[in-house]
Nanobody, 124 residues
Framework: QVQLVESGGGLVQVGDSLTLSCAPSERTFSSSAMGWFRQAPGKEREFVAAMNGSGGRIDYADSVKGRFIVTRDNAKNALILQMGSLKPEDTAVYYC?????????????????WGQGIQVTVSS
């Protein structure tokens, strides 16, 4: 069974940076769209960022635009989320997702595979 494994979460201070990584268990997703979502306590899961299969298009939620950057490590077939200028409202469980298609999407339902989630806590 294909798995997405997130790593890099933790506890940081306001204004700090943190990098998350998502590594698929196989190279199935080498040309697939992948994305990051997050879910804060008591809230619905929300879109953070998505990259299309070619890497030529990246979309960001307005709340993270200018602070977060998504890249792809082609050697590891991993999706990287660099988070900067972190705020308390960025505190959430972050999920990596992948879809069979190559077009990125901001909608949960469009993704076929999900990681287990990783906690990011920003303390003030």
């Amino acid at each position: 069974q294909v798995q997405l494994v997130e790593s890099g979460g933790g506890l940081v201070q306001v204004g700090d940076s943190l990098t998350l990584s998502c590594a698929p268990s196989e190279r199935t997703f080498s040309s697939s769209a992948m994305g990051w979502f997050r879910q804060a306590p008591g809230k619905e899961r929300e879109f953070v960022a998505a990259m299309n299969g070619s890497g030529g298009r990246i979309d960001y939620a307005d709340s993270v635009k200018g602070r977060f950057i998504v890249t792809r490590d082609n050697a590891k077939n991993a999706l990287i989320l660099q988070m900067g200028s972190l705020k308390p409202e960025d505190t959430a469980v972050y999920y990596c997702a992948a879809r069979r298609g190559s077009n990125g999407s901001q909608f949960n339902a469009d993704y076929d595979y999900w990681g287990q989630g990783i906690q990011v806590t920003v303390s003030s």
